[in-house]
């Protein structure tokens, strides 16, 4: 049996429970907001397996599972009032806590790099930590001279992406950075554009999928004319991988990568929230199969 | 600091700062001025944080997108940072949970949300907010435990007899006493759970330890663990104590060594 904690209002959250369930598992569910509004969490630290969950009419032990599926995501920013949000805030650090401690498979733990929050940062941490690709030029900055000094170096077309993890959309810039001047604006990260093809790899506990996207447009995830197909990765891509799961200490990551023309890897990033629906659906299921085979690894219990 | 020749700017928030940080052939480096003056080095006390208030989303974006460059600049600076934010932590200082998952000995015992634990230890027992830290209240030994729904509650049984407090400077760690500051020796065991503090990012800040060796002679199975952490000023009346240790502080920043 698995225990699924996460926001019903959660597209990917939602896609991972109806696809355990579809594959004959049984799920609990805790949903987020009915914990914040009326639900009770104990646990002794000592014994983190034994954290108890109550919800009006529902009593969850942790230890009683198989598994566990977890998204913890951001409640609080979109509680509708701040005893709302600090609650939320709450249970999101307890729930962080329980995850990081449990002894059962939990698919994904709040993990030990928290770097993404930072995307230059994620690359110096993450990006770094295996030599089999290379990582993009980079400048994050406010200084508009040393902007246009970096843009004029990718002949006035940088790639612009936001610095934190808000939700951006890439776009590439075209003659767009001028050295005009001493207004001071918030820092904002250029990078050298990459030419060719996209992939995306998912690691499930050992397992690797990945996914080129061959796209006309430099955010293929808004463009309408990807061309995807499945491949093998290299060994020394795929151990990096691995590398990248390991360090951001999840069982479940979505690294996103660029090939240049000449056949040279860029990392990206490495999510460890990712959204996945669509990569699993085209890899006929393969990604939720990997989770049910972690999240059942133990079914003994 | 300052009577020692080094001049020293406080940032209170980002807004004064300018941060360019690079990935290039060589690496990652970053260059922060402050109200147009080059920063040398950083002592970061970890009251910056992730949480803009600004009220406007615009204002929140811009705020985010700040702190993620200040993060990451103080992160790779090539001079001295004390207290250097790290991967694992991005803002504030090491808490007693990177204690905990860095294999050291710490609080809390219990963690709650709309509930109190089914738990009565025969120890005083504090109750923190899981939000803010915030101390919630203190219970005597045996004294039920309750709390209004606040978002959360750590709970944390100790002995007040067996409590001590520490300050953490560059190679330093100092026990407060009534004497003042004593430098702990290397070879008592609370140095091992020093080590992990270090090792979670703490160069200058203070820690309440209990030391379970003053109740038990013997020592068997017990060790010392961390209550908790945070800014030197954690320690009461350290204003009184600086001149113990404030030279370490200006050594590791003119030794120019990455802290």
Excluded at chain 1, 217 to 243: F, H, K, M, W
Excluded at chain 2, 71 to 89: C, E
């Amino acid at each position: 049996m698995i225990l699924a904690i996460g926001s019903a209002a959660d597209a990917t959250f939602m896609y991972g429970v109806a696809s355990l369930i579809a594959r004959g598992h049984r799920v609990d569910l805790i949903d987020l907001v009915s914990l914040v509004e009326v639900g009770q969490v104990e646990v002794s630290l000592a014994f983190p397996d034994q954290a108890q969950f109550t919800i009006p009419g529902l009593t969850m032990v942790l230890g009683e599972y198989s598994g566990v599926l977890c998204r913890l995501i951001d409640l609080a920013s979109a509680a509708p009032d701040s005893d709302r949000g600090t609650y939320a805030l709450g249970v999101l650090r307890l729930l962080r806590e329980v995850c990081g401690r449990m002894t059962i498979p939990v698919i994904n733990g709040p993990g030990t790099d928290q770097s993404n929050f930072s995307k230059i940062l994620h690359l110096a941490s993450v990006g770094a930590c295996s030599d089999a690709w290379r990582i993009p030029d980079t400048i994050v900055s406010s200084d508009a001279d040393a902007l246009f000094e970096f843009a004029r170096q990718y002949g006035g077309e940088p790639i612009l992406k936001g610095v934190s993890s808000r939700k951006t959309w890439v776009k590439q810039l075209y003659g767009e950075i001028h050295a005009d001047g001493d207004e001071r604006f918030a820092p904002v990260l250029l990078q050298e554009p990459i030419h060719g093809s996209n992939v995306r790899v998912h690691v499930v506990g050992t397992d690797l999928f990945a996914e080129e996207i061959v796209s006309a447009d430099v955010d293929y995830r808004i463009s309408r004319s990807n061309q995807t197909r499945q491949i093998e990765l290299p060994t020394r891509i795929a151990d990096g991988c691995l590398r990248v799961a390991q360090r951001l200490g999840v069982m479940l990551a979505g690294i996103d990568f660029m090939i240049d023309e000449s056949g040279a890897w860029y990392f990206l990033e490495g999510n460890s929230l990712p959204a996945y629906e669509g990569y699993d659906r085209r890899s006929g299921g393969a990604i939720s199969n990997a989770i049910a085979r972690v999240l059942t690894s133990q079914a003994s219990r | 600091m300052e009577a020692r020749g080094v001049r020293i700017e406080l940032g209170h928030d980002w807004d004064p700062f300018d941060f360019t940080i690079r990935h290039a052939r060589r690496g990652f480096c970053s260059e922060i001025s402050f109200a147009g003056h080059d920063v040398t080095g950083i002592l970061n006390l970890g009251t910056m944080n992730a949480m803009p208030e600004a009220i406007d989303a615009d204002g929140q974006f811009i705020a985010t997108e700040t702190a993620a460059a200040a993060v990451a600049a103080l992160a790779v600076f090539d001079g001295p940072v004390l207290n250097r934010p790290r991967p694992s932590r991005m803002f504030g200082l090491p808490s007693i949970v990177d204690i905990g998952r860095g294999g050291g000995s710490a609080a809390p015992d219990w963690m709650t949300f709309g509930a109190s634990p089914v738990w009565s230890p025969d120890k005083f027992v504090n109750a923190y907010s899981l939000v803010d830290g915030s101390l919630l209240g203190r219970y005597r030994p045996g004294e039920p435990l309750s709390t209004p729904r606040v978002g959360g509650v750590s709970w944390t049984a100790f002995d007040p007899d067996c409590v001590s407090r520490l300050v953490l400077v560059p190679g330093r760690a100092l026990a407060v006493g009534e004497q003042g500051l004593q430098d702990i020796v290397p070879n008592h065991p609370v140095m091992d759970l020093i080590h992990v503090v270090r090792s979670a990012g703490l160069d200058l800040g203070g820690m309440v330890v209990e030391d379970p060796r003053d109740i038990d002679r013997d020592g068997q199975g017990l060790s010392p663990r961390v209550l908790s952490l945070g800014p030197v000023g954690l320690v009461p009346h350290i204003e009184m104590l600086v001149e113990h240790f404030v030279d370490d502080v200006v050594g590791a920043f003119e030794g120019g060594a990455r802290a």
